[in-house]
């Protein structure tokens, strides 16, 4: 009695559970579509030196570094030697110049970490390139 349910059991199985279908992963119809180069009429690097200026204008800011990528600002902050307990107020208003300097801006990212400030400055002179 056993061997005939084990025999129907595995037949059973082998029947139905052979019919299993397979899904492909094809990213072959995917298209990256790359960012304008240009927003408005100004390069990125363009863009990048507007905001610039308007940065180094702010009182408590040393030395600023600014890279554009679409509508995204990367800025890095040497504050004043006495200023660090107003990195706060500082990045707030580098965030509003940033947005006054160019209208296409939607999002800053904005740091007064010495070491980052560091690598955003190395990006800003590679790009100059």
């Known amino acids: 009695m056993w061997k005939k349910l084990w025999v129907l059991s595995l037949a059973v199985f082998c029947f139905c559970g052979c019919s299993a279908t397979v899904t492909e992963n094809n990213l072959s ?3 990256f579509v790359k960012a304008n180069e240009k927003l408005g009429d100004k390069t990125p ?5 507007t905001i610039k200026g308007l940065l180094h204008q702010i009182n408590g800011i040393s030395g600023n570094a600014v890279i554009v990528e679409g509508h995204t600002a990367i800025i890095g902050l040497r504050l004043e030697s006495g200023m660090e307990d107003e990195a706060k107020r500082l990045s707030q208003e580098a965030d509003n110049a940033a947005r006054e300097a160019d209208e296409h801006i939607n999002n800053t990212s904005i740091t007064t970490n010495a070491r980052i400030v560091s690598l955003i400055e190395e990006m800003e002179r590679k790009r100059a390139k």
């Open 45 to 49: 690097e363009e863009r990048a030196l």
């Open 29 to 31: 119809g995917i298209h």
